[in-house]
């Protein structure tokens, strides 16, 4: 497979050693643009929704009290045995060992 800039070159150095009709039809043709082809990749990536937002026919959803406390508690059980092996692991250490290594 042909790399598409080494054939737009090669397709051009062709059109230059034609006629001048033919060369008149070959400029007529757009650059090869990185920052275009950014452009339509980000432009591809957006919603295709109405004014770019979410419609309004779906309400709101309500808050789900229960599930974030549920996620907050099991947050605070683990939390501080974490902390406290991470913190805590020279204390313990040298406790252990009592200078005998």
């Known amino acids: 497979m042909v790399s598409p800039i080494l054939a737009r070159s ?6 230059q050693a034609t006629t001048a009709t033919r060369r008149t039809a070959v400029q007529g043709t757009r650059q090869f643009s990185v920052l ?3 452009r339509q990749w980000a432009r591809r990536m957006e919603l295709h929704t109405p004014y770019e937002r979410l419609p309004t026919q779906t309400g709101a959803a309500g808050a789900d009290w229960g599930a974030t406390f549920k996620r907050i508690a099991g947050q605070a059980a683990v939390y501080p045995l974490v902390a406290g092996s991470l913190l805590g692991w020279p204390l313990l250490a040298k406790t252990l060992l009592d200078g005998h290594i």
């Open 36 to 38: 275009q082809s950014m």
């Open 10 to 15: 090669a397709f051009r150095a062709a059109a």
